[in-house]
Nanobody, 129 residues
C-alpha cells in the first residue's frame, strides 16, 4: 500500500521560513515524479512545485519562484519543500503528490484533473501578517 505522509506545517509570521517533508512508502520512490500542491480556502488547487526522479528538472509556480526550493532524497524516500520569505498568500493546505504517468515535472504541476497519482493527507501552512 502506497503512503505519503507530510510533516512540517504550522504557523509562522510573514517573512519567516518553513520546511515541509513528505515520506513515501509502498512504491519505488526514485521512479516517480513528485510535487507539492496547495489549496487555499475559496481557491482552486494549484501545483506549487514539482520535481523529476533525479532532481535535475524542477518546476515552480511563478508566485513562489526565488522563495521556495524543492528537493528529494531517494535514499530515504523523502520529498522536501523549503519555503522562505513566506507571505500570507502562501497560507493553504499543502499536499505531497507522487505520480508516474505525468511525463514531466511541469506537466505534473500543471494538472488540474482529479484521480491521478498518490496523495498525502496534507499539512496546514498558515502565514500571518
Amino acid at each position: 500500500q502506497v503512503r505519503l505522509v507530510e510533516s512540517g506545517g504550522g504557523s509562522v509570521q510573514s517573512g519567516g521560513s518553513m520546511r515541509l517533508s513528505c515520506v513515501v512508502s509502498g512504491h519505488t520512490h526514485s521512479s516517480y515524479y513528485m510535487g507539492w500542491f496547495r489549496r487555499a480556502p475559496g481557491k482552486e488547487r494549484e501545483g506549487v512545485s514539482c520535481i523529476n526522479w533525479s532532481g535535475s528538472s524542477t518546476y515552480y509556480i511563478d508566485s513562489v519562484k526565488g522563495r521556495f526550493t524543492i528537493s528529494r532524497d531517494n535514499t530515504t524516500n523523502t520529498l522536501y519543500l523549503q519555503m522562505n520569505s513566506l507571505k500570507p498568500e502562501d497560507t493553504a493546505m499543502y499536499y505531497c503528490v507522487s505520480d508516474s504517468g505525468s511525463g514531466g515535472s511541469t506537466r505534473l504541476c500543471s494538472r488540474t484533473d482529479a484521480g491521478f497519482g498518490y496523495w498525502g493527507r496534507g499539512t496546514q501552512v498558515t502565514v500571518s501578517s
